[in-house]
Each structure stands twice: as C-alpha cells, then as structure tokens.
T-cell receptor, first 114, second 112 residues
Framework: EAQVTQNPRYLITVTGKKLTVTCSQN?????MSWYRQDPGLGLRQIYY???????DKGDVPEGYKVSRKEKRNFPLILESPSPNQTSLYFC?????????????FGEGSRLTVL | GQNIDQPTEMTATEGAIVQINCTYQ??????LFWYQQHAGEAPTFLSY????GLEEKGRFSSFLSRSKGYSYLLLKELQMKDSASYLC?????????????FGRGTSLIVHP
C-alpha cells in the first residue's frame, strides 16, 4: 500500500530534550516536505527536499533541522525543543513533473513540549 | 509573494449544495489544489485545476478562473461526513519553484 509513515504519532517531551520525528514514503517520490499546523494558522511549511541531499528552508524553519540521505526518508529534528514548537506536524511527499503532483500526507505527529 | 484567502467557516444543511471560495494572488501560477482534512487527520487530495473551467468528480466539483485569481469547490448532496476543513493550495509558476502554498482552510459544518 502506498503511504507516508510518520513516527511517533504522539509525543510529550520537555524543553531542551532533542527529538526526531521520522518520515518514510514507499512511492519513490522525489519531493518531501514537513509542515506544522496550528489553529488559525493553517499549514505552514518548515523544510522541503526536492531530492536526495537537497534540502531547503520553508516558511518557518527556525528551531528545526532535516536531512535527506535516502530518497524514502526525511526525518525532522528538533535539537532543543521549546514550548512554541508544540504543534501537529505533517510529512508529505509527491512526484515531481507529470500529472498533478498532489501531496500525499502522513497521519501526523502531535507534539507537546512542556 | 503569495496570498491565499478563503472563508474561515461555513455551515450548511445535509442534502444541500455549498460553494467554498478561494482567491489568490501569486507571483506566478502553475495549478491549484483542493484538499479535505477531517479533524485530527491528514489532508487528502480532492482536485487539481491548472486550466480555466470546471472539473467534476462525483459530488465534488472545482472551478478555476486564472484571470480573476479565483477558484471554488462545489459540494453537492451534502452528507454529514463532509464536515471537515477544506484547504486551497496554489503552486506558483514553473521553472524550479514547485512549492505549493496553502490557505488557512475553510471549516465546513454540515448539520441535519
């Protein structure tokens, strides 16, 4: 089954404790992206990647890191989480070129930073 | 820059028709998407318009006017399960820029 898988789905952590949210897709998509979603603000892009070893900042990259060492994986790293990073996070992927190129989203990771 | 506007919330009655509008101002245009998102779940793709006109897909249709920077999503024969947030997203001009920008979403409440 074609899917985007994120882990963990739920996490409560404390300020300053490094954490990683993993994202993996099995559709051989070139493009992958991370979003955060907050009430009233909609989906805001954190980082994106057009292919392996190619990453770029989105609209709200501060406090986050990413890597794209393999085509299927795109982990999101919070080196020193803070309470303002409490949010619902979505990973998404899509094909580049040809067709609509719609985004396929993971199920989301709800993060709470105390 | 890009600016996408959609109403924050709409309500409608089961069985009725509702139209959700989206206006956009972008530095270029290479397609407009509509996604549906139920509370606490991931967005799912509904439609894609790149040329002017109406695209029909079952109970859902999407319209685009590029000259007016305007799109709408039309939902017919509303069902309770259509209660969700509807996200409009615009992809800017081609030539390397692939990143879609999302509007803040329209929360649709369908009541009996």
């Amino acid at each position: 089954e074609a899917q985007v898988t994120q882990n963990p789905r739920y996490l409560i952590t404390v300020t300053g404790k490094k954490l990683t949210v993993t994202c993996s897709q099995n559709m051989n998509h070139e493009y992958m992206s991370w979003y955060r979603q907050d009430p009233g603000l909609g989906l805001r892009q954190i980082y994106y990647s057009m292919n392996v070893e190619v990453t770029d900042k989105g609209d709200v990259p501060e406090g986050y890191k990413v890597s794209r060492k393999e085509k299927r994986n795109f982990p999101l790293i919070l080196e020193s989480p803070s309470p303002n990073q409490t949010s619902l996070y979505f990973c998404a992927s899509s094909l580049l070129g040809g067709g609509a190129g719609e985004l396929f989203f993971g199920e989301g990771s709800r993060l709470t930073v105390l | 820059g890009q600016n996408i506007d959609q109403p924050t919330e709409m309500t409608a009655t089961e069985g009725a028709i509702v139209q959700i509008n989206c206006t956009y101002q972008t530095s270029g245009f290479n397609g407009l998407f509509w996604y549906q998102q139920h509370a606490g779940e991931a967005p799912t793709f509904l439609s894609y318009n790149v040329l002017d006109g109406l695209e029909e897909k079952g109970r859902f249709s999407s319209f685009l006017s590029r000259s007016k920077g305007y799109s709408y999503l039309l939902l017919k024969e509303l069902q309770m399960k259509d209660s969700a947030s509807y996200l409009c997203a615009v992809r800017p001009a081609s030539g390397g820029s692939y990143i879609p920008t999302f509007g803040r979403g329209t929360s649709l409440i369908v009541h009996p």
